[in-house]
């Protein structure tokens, strides 16, 4: 049973358009959230994280909404750069207890 | 700063033989550890964590193992591979259950 997904395997954007990735959670339980960035044999790196008590977190040119009611959150690049091509893996967790889960994951393609 | 380091980098086994990744984290102390597996198609699987020396938990029932013989070393083993043993493996640490994580490298295993 698949607790967090990431529906879209693939996504192929422009350079300097908006990227959104989407990923959608299933436990109720699930008060911390995570997108990690991957390069093809590396480990993947931390981009942003938001907890619970709120809706949106920004850094840079990262942005991560959250919709509890939803069970819902996607991840905003803006603008879009080739260097962004990558895995972005989205990850959930209840900070009381569980290690983080992570969807399955989904290929950025900036093209310039 | 933190660091975390795992090795080898890459190996071939052949079926039936023995594995033995290493995982080592410096600069904190009792630090969460986990293996984590990127299979094709399945994003990042995680396999065990451990809280402390000797604690080990176990995610998805297989033929590896992991130990924890000091506190900022990890190892995960196999007494024999199997093809679908075939696989990047991830080790992390956090400083607490639910907490973001940080990666090493990766390892790449092909079993042939």
């Known amino acids: 049973d698949q607790q967090v997904k990431q529906n879209s395997p693939s996504l192929s954007v422009q350079e300097g358009r908006i990227s959104i990735l989407n990923c959608d959670y299933t436990n109720s339980m699930f008060d911390y959230f995570l997108w990690y960035k991957k390069y093809p044999a590396e480990g993947p790196t931390f981009l942003i994280s938001?907890?619970?008590?709120?809706d949106k977190n920004e850094d840079g040119r990262f942005t991560v909404f959250l919709n509890k009611s939803a069970k819902h959150l996607s991840l905003h690049i803006v603008p879009s750069q080739p260097g962004d091509s990558a895995v972005y893996f989205c990850?959930?967790?209840?900070?009381?207890?569980?290690?983080?889960?992570f969807g399955k994951g989904t290929t950025l393609s900036v093209s310039s | 700063s933190q660091t975390i380091h795992q090795w080898p980098a890459t190996l071939v086994q052949p079926v039936g033989s023995p594995l033995s990744l290493e995982c080592t984290v410096e600069g904190t102390s009792n630090p969460n550890l986990y293996w984590y597996r990127q299979a094709a198609g399945r994003g990042l699987q995680l396999l065990f964590y451990s809280v402390g020396i000797g604690q080990i938990s176990s995610e998805v029932p297989q033929n590896l193992s992991a130990s924890r013989p000091q506190d900022r070393q990890f190892i995960l083993s196999s007494k024999k591979l199997l093809l679908s043993d075939s696989g990047f493996y991830l080790c992390?640490?956090?400083?607490?259950?639910?907490?973001?994580?940080?990666f090493g490298e990766g390892s790449w295993l092909t079993v042939v």
């Open positions: 938001i907890s619970s008590i709120k």
């Open positions: 990850a959930a967790s209840n900070q009381a207890g569980t290690a983080l889960i």
């Open positions: 992390a640490w956090n400083g607490g259950i639910g907490n973001t994580i940080y």
